[in-house]
């Protein structure tokens, strides 16, 4: 009996080997969010012959991505958590990552990563699934619930990503010493594709003659919108053709909506909502900028600089990992609205200034690319998986 049981385990190993290494990557929703858009980018990249990859989220309302990653011939589950404390889809987790004989789970938010490695955990050993975290945010930025939650279970983790070293140096020491930083990236040829739609964004919204600053956020606390409205008053008080356009939503609409009446700011400020061609709409774009309280590592900042954009933004979180300050545009501390507006003053009002930090930005378009790191997280895929 040992000697076929220890056959059939051979065969059944053997098996395994010549088929693609089953990778699920699971995320809170897929709306447009810096995570979302990185996950999408590695489906685009993905190796298709070494790797079959199922997306899974959890909240059923954030679907926005879910239709481009279908499109890239990978399939994609909603698990149906309808509140933070609905844990019923840990089971249904379970469920999928058994019936699928899924080899390795790579999470990309801390709850989400909790509730798999809880999951992964009950399934026999034989079976059980390894699993990767990326954390894409600076730790403090998560409730203290999330917090305990993630930091009580990593230690399961079979391997822990940062996607800066802001990212990773915000974590607690002992998920920090053992995690490795993985700067994940865009697509970058497709993002530069668009530059050819410069003069057609300026001409479909009026631009002409204007000196634009874009940006695009979702309207929450933490990317910085009131500080952002208010630079802005004083830009455009002091440079008469100066142009702001700003792409998002979020809970913060109406908030945003009264003080942009407030501040008088008008047709100069352009809230343009949601739009699914929002990289676009920053290819019309001269400068573009970035408010943030909080970052990890901002995927709208690499997608500008791949369109040549001089970015002035707050120095938070990762960005200074991609942009050198008087280099590449400016950064300035968070919250400080004024000084926000005197870097747009700066870099407005300086064509020469200006255009040395374009041609620096596009010496640099070739590190945004998501290729190396894909990869990277490939090798971790095949290590973990026995390849």
């Not at 809170?28 to 990185?38: D, F, I, V, Y």
Request: hydrophobic letters at 45%; glycine letters at 6%; one cysteine or more.
């Amino acid at each position: 009996m040992a000697t076929i049981l220890q056959a059939v385990a051979a065969h059944n190993k053997e098996t395994s080997a010549l088929r693609p290494i089953r990778v699920v990557c699971l995320i809170k929703g897929l709306g447009r969010g810096g995570a979302e858009l990185l996950l999408h980018a590695q489906m685009c990249k993905r190796d298709r012959q070494l790797f079959d990859h199922r997306v899974v989220y959890l909240t059923p309302s954030k679907r926005a991505l879910v239709d481009l990653i279908e499109a890239e011939g990978v399939d994609v589950h909603c698990v149906d958590a309808r509140s933070s404390r609905d844990l019923t889809w840990i089971g249904r987790l379970r469920r999928l990552l058994r019936e699928q004989e899924i080899d390795v789970v790579h999470a990309h938010s801390p709850i989400a990563a909790a509730g798999a490695r809880l999951a992964i955990r009950t399934i026999p050993a034989r079976e059980r699934p390894r699993i990767v975290t990326t954390e894409h945010n600076v730790w403090s930025t998560h409730v203290r619930l999330t917090r305990w939650a993630d930091a009580s279970t990593a230690h399961l983790d079979d391997a822990h990503v940062a996607v800066s070293g802001a990212v990773r140096d915000s974590l607690p020491a002992r998920l920090r010493d053992r995690t490795e930083v993985i700067r994940h990236g865009i697509d970058v040829t497709a993002v530069a594709a668009l530059r050819a739609d410069r003069e057609a964004v300026r001409r479909e919204l009026g631009l002409d003659g204007r000196i634009v600053v874009g940006t695009v956020a979702n309207l929450r606390a933490t990317k910085g919108w009131p500080d952002l409205l208010v630079a802005a008053r004083s830009v455009l008080d002091a440079i008469d053709s100066a142009q702001f356009v700003a792409v998002g939503q979020g809970p913060m609409e109406q908030e945003v909506a009264a003080l942009h009446a407030e501040l008088g700011l008008g047709e100069r400020f352009r809230l343009l909502g949601y739009r699914e061609d929002a990289v676009r709409i920053m290819a019309g774009c001269d400068v573009f900028c970035l408010a943030s309280h909080h970052e990890g590592l901002p995927v709208a900042v690499m997608e500008a600089m791949a369109l040549g954009l001089p970015v002035v933004a707050t120095d938070v979180g990762g960005m200074r990992e991609l942009v050198t300050d008087g280099v590449h545009g400016r950064l300035v501390p968070s919250r400080r609205p004024e000084l926000l507006a005197r870097s747009l003053i700066e870099v407005l009002g300086d064509d020469a200034k200006r255009a040395a930090m374009a041609e620096a930005v596009d010496a640099t378009v070739d590190q945004l690319s998501a290729d190396s790191s894909i990869r990277r997280l490939e090798a971790i895929y095949r290590s973990l998986a026995g390849r």
